[in-house]
């Protein structure tokens, strides 16, 4: 990867990684300067515009699996720092892969699991896999569910519903 100023290129380099990285900016770039790199298998930090990357640690990290997604939500409602990560987990063979969603409020340096789940009305929960997330301006996120459409959580993943409720 390189990094290009008006007068001159660089590399920036990502330690372990032979594969082409997907790039998302921080929402307020230009004043901290924060991008990540992701590839299916790491997730590196800039600081300084691109200029150098650090290695961060994968969410749930102790499960091989593979980054589907990485998300730097934009928004006032979001602090800075708030990152999604969704991830495929392999399970024992024969059986369905699992889809998993995590955020962190600190660039990555802490990871917790987002429980994406459906509550029936009889009470039962159905467990869904996360291929991405998005977190929206007014503090909604809204995810692609492996195998089952969208899904919108208006209160930062504690609840999910199909549709997102009208903001007034």
Do not use: Q
Not at 125 to 133: F, K
């Amino acid at each position: 990867m390189h990094v290009c100023t008006a007068s001159a290129c660089s590399a920036a380099i990502l330690d372990g990684v032979s594969e082409v990285p997907i790039l998302r900016l921080s929402p307020g770039i230009e004043s901290d300067g924060h991008l990540i790199a992701f590839t299916r298998r790491a997730i590196f930090l800039s600081t300084n515009f691109g200029a150098s990357f650090r290695r961060i640690e994968v969410p749930g990290a102790r499960e091989p699996g593979v980054i589907t997604d990485v998300e730097l939500p934009a928004g006032r409602v979001w602090t800075r720092g708030t990152v999604f990560a969704t991830k495929k987990v392999a399970i024992a063979a024969g059986g369905p892969p699992s889809h998993e969603m995590y955020r962190s409020f600190d660039w990555g340096v802490n990871w917790e699991p987002i429980p994406a789940i459906w509550r029936r009305r009889d009470g039962t929960v159905d467990t869904l896999g996360a291929l991405s997330a998005i977190g929206t301006e007014s503090g909604r996120i809204v995810i692609a569910f492996y195998g089952s459409g969208l899904g919108c959580s208006a209160d930062r993943g504690s609840d999910w519903s199909r549709r997102c409720p009208p903001e007034w």
